[in-house]
């Protein structure tokens, strides 16, 4: 039978096996592209079945998660930017605040006027724009987007988290079913090997204790069944009466 089988081949083992690359983009994996060859063909299974299918075949790598993983990756790098945009705004409005202070003082020498009253009111000279009030606002503007962009990546990279992990475990119990199914099939062809060989003649023992077994509780089934029939069945209390009622008739 081993023969039979090394000519025929798996064909729908070696498609599982080449569907399954397929769908996790590994299909150019050089131990799964000779393998599904020979799992085809049956060439040589013997050869293949000294291999640990559980160890070599190779671990897909998910694509789950991934989306969300370039958004934080992208909010990362927008955060870092936007962290520093407060800090030059306000230093920009400072500079423009100390030119138009140093313009007002030069034209009114006459006037006191506190430096944080002038940014304030600007006094015609300062640009509304740069008034500390509404440099204020933009900076909080500013930080709430820091602040949101910030939440928003502990989101994404908690999803992601998540979806990868949901992903590896599913690819692995499908990974190694797949390498179980391979390693059964493949059993058979191994070479004779005090191991092989001792596993053979366990298999052997068990199959043989669980057939007699059964022939034991056959046994006592018919023994039950005999010691029934000889207690009194209908049938032989049937006859017995037949019997009697014949020797009736001929006295």
Do not use: C
Not at 92 to 101: D, K, L, M, N, Y
């Amino acid at each position: 039978m081993a023969r039979a089988r090394r000519k025929k081949g798996n064909v729908e083992l070696a498609a599982e096996l080449r569907t399954w690359a397929a769908t996790h983009q590994i299909s150019d994996d050089i131990y799964i592209t000779q393998l599904a060859d020979a799992l085809e063909s049956g060439d040589q299974l013997d050869y293949w079945s000294s291999y640990e299918n559980l160890d070599l075949l190779p671990t897909p790598v998910g694509t789950s998660g991934q989306r969300e993983l370039r958004l934080s990756d992208a909010l990362i790098n927008f955060r870092n930017i936007m962290v520093f945009v407060p800090v030059a705004f306000t230093w920009a409005g400072i500079s423009q605040a100390t030119a138009a202070f140093s313009e007002y003082a030069a034209n009114n020498a006459n006037k006191v006027v506190n430096f944080f009253d002038f940014w304030e009111n600007g006094y015609g000279v300062l640009n509304k724009f740069w008034t500390l009030s509404n440099i204020a606002l933009i900076d909080f503007l500013l930080l709430t987007i820091v602040i949101i962009a910030s939440t928003l990546i502990t989101i994404f990279q908690v999803k992601a988290r998540r979806l990868i992990s949901v992903a590896e475990q599913k690819n692995d119990q499908t990974r190694i079913a797949l390498a179980l199914k391979i390693n059964r099939y493949l059993h058979d062809f191994r070479s004779p090997t005090p191991l092989v060989v001792n596993q053979r003649v366990a298999q052997s023992v068990t199959n043989l204790k669980k057939s007699s077994e059964g022939l034991v509780r056959a046994s006592k089934a018919l023994d039950k069944g005999a010691a029934n029939l000889s207690k009194g069945s209908p049938v032989l209390t049937q006859l017995s009466a037949l019997k009697k009622l014949m020797e009736k008739k001929q006295k």
